[in-house]
């Protein structure tokens, strides 16, 4: 396992093409995994939105930010791979600009990642499934920081979502230009679960917590700018974080 060797993340979100998600997922599983790791990058996952058929969401990282605009000139500029198969990506493409770059919330909350993820060939999906909740911070970053630890995570915890990373906002100026990132302030928190029974319960429980429901949901509320973003995902076939 290897923990918070990648600490610049990137969460990605695409809407695409009615139909089309299946089919840039099978050319990104099969072309585009490889080929930008080979340049400096880890490829986290990959899912499929389930409240949305026409999301792909996808999560990559890089040790720092000079390295990020370094690979991803290598990959998209430069690379080979990206010149032959962006055509076909594209045709499946709507809107790619809703990209967040973050940072680990703490020194010991980036992803705890396995060292191998599944070959080219696979194609079972595995039964687990993801959360990824967006909190749009109106409240100063240490200070959210400093609350989620003390009064939502033990929530979480009860309510059998222990969160797995937590991020926030990576404030460094975006190194690679043609790629837009935005720049909303956030805190992103990560969870996995067996599978989507497990999820439901965790819902459910949450629901009927008392201490979510009388005091830490309100505590939040005065800190955040809008509404929770909730993203429940499916891990596709060769997602490393599944």
């Not at 099978?26 to 995994?33: K, T, V």
């Not at 309510?159 to 937590?166: D, H, R, Y």
């Not at 906002?169 to 690679?176: A, E, I, L, S």
């Not at 949901?217 to 490393?240: C, F």
Request: hydrophobic fraction near 45%; glycine fraction near 4%.
């Amino acid at each position: 396992m290897t923990e918070n060797v990648w600490p610049v993340v990137e969460l990605r979100q695409y809407t695409l093409r009615p139909g089309t998600r299946d089919v840039l997922i099978e050319l990104f599983e099969r072309e585009l995994i490889e080929t930008q790791e080979a340049v400096g990058m880890r490829i986290v996952a990959q899912f499929r939105d389930e409240d949305d058929p026409d999301r792909f969401v996808w999560v990559r990282a890089f040790p720092d930010m000079d390295a990020r605009g370094a690979a991803l000139t290598a990959f998209y500029v430069d690379g080979a791979a990206w010149r032959a198969h962006a055509p076909a990506a594209r045709a499946t493409m709507v809107d790619t600009d809703n990209a967040l770059l973050l940072q680990p919330a703490s020194a010991a909350s980036g992803f705890v990642l396995p060292d191998a993820r599944p070959g080219v060939r696979a194609t079972d999906l595995p039964e687990s499934r993801a959360l990824a909740t967006i909190y749009y911070l109106d409240s100063p970053r240490e200070e959210f920081i400093e609350f989620f630890d003390n009064r939502v995570r033990p929530v979480l915890a009860a309510t059998g979502a222990p969160p797995i990373a937590c991020y926030v906002t990576d404030p460094t100026p975006n190194t690679f230009a043609a790629l837009p990132v935005r720049r909303a302030s956030v805190f992103v928190w990560f969870a996995l679960f067996d599978n989507a029974a497990r999820r439901a319960e965790h819902f459910d429980q949450l629901d009927a917590s008392q201490v979510w429901g009388t005091e830490v949901r309100h505590e939040l509320a005065k800190r955040i700018s809008g509404p929770i973003e909730r993203l429940r995902l499916a891990p596709t076939a060769r997602s490393l974080l599944r």
